[in-house]
């Protein structure tokens, strides 16, 4: 059994930093992709950013330069520094993981952490 367990988030004013972290654990064989999804009330989940194992890694458009993923792969954990935060980036974060365990390879997700830009 493979879990995914985030924090960080919170309540932050417009132009604040808010720091995201997640570890997996369980049985784990290899990690492929870890990332982070987000979902607004009202709107489906989207991509925010996900990085390879080798370090490979893709933004959203509306969170580049202002994001920044970051993976231990040696403790299987990923964050996500975000930075001039906007009330648009208010959202539930959702960790996500491709990887491969002793049933087989599958993708895995976080309970999610509630950001909220606000002043």
């Known amino acids: 059994q493979v879990q995914l367990v985030e924090s960080g988030g919170g309540l932050v004013q417009p132009g604040g930093s808010l720091r995201l972290s997640c570890a997996a654990s369980?049985?784990?064989?290899?990690?492929?992709?870890m990332g982070w999804y987000r979902q607004a009330p009202g709107k489906q989940r989207e991509l925010v950013a996900t990085?390879?194992?080798?370090?490979?890694?893709n933004y959203a458009d509306s969170v580049k330069g202002r994001f920044t993923i970051a993976r231990d792969n040696a403790k299987n954990t990923v964050s996500l520094q975000m930075n001039s935060l906007k009330p648009e980036d208010t959202a539930v974060y959702f960790c996500?993981?491709?990887?491969?365990?002793?049933?087989?390879?599958?993708?895995?997700w976080g309970q999610g952490t509630q950001v909220t830009v606000s002043s």
């Open positions: 990085m390879t194992s080798g370090g490979t890694t």
């Open positions: 996500k993981s491709n990887l491969w365990t002793v049933s087989g390879p599958g993708d895995y």
């Open positions: 369980g049985s784990i064989i290899q990690i492929y992709t």
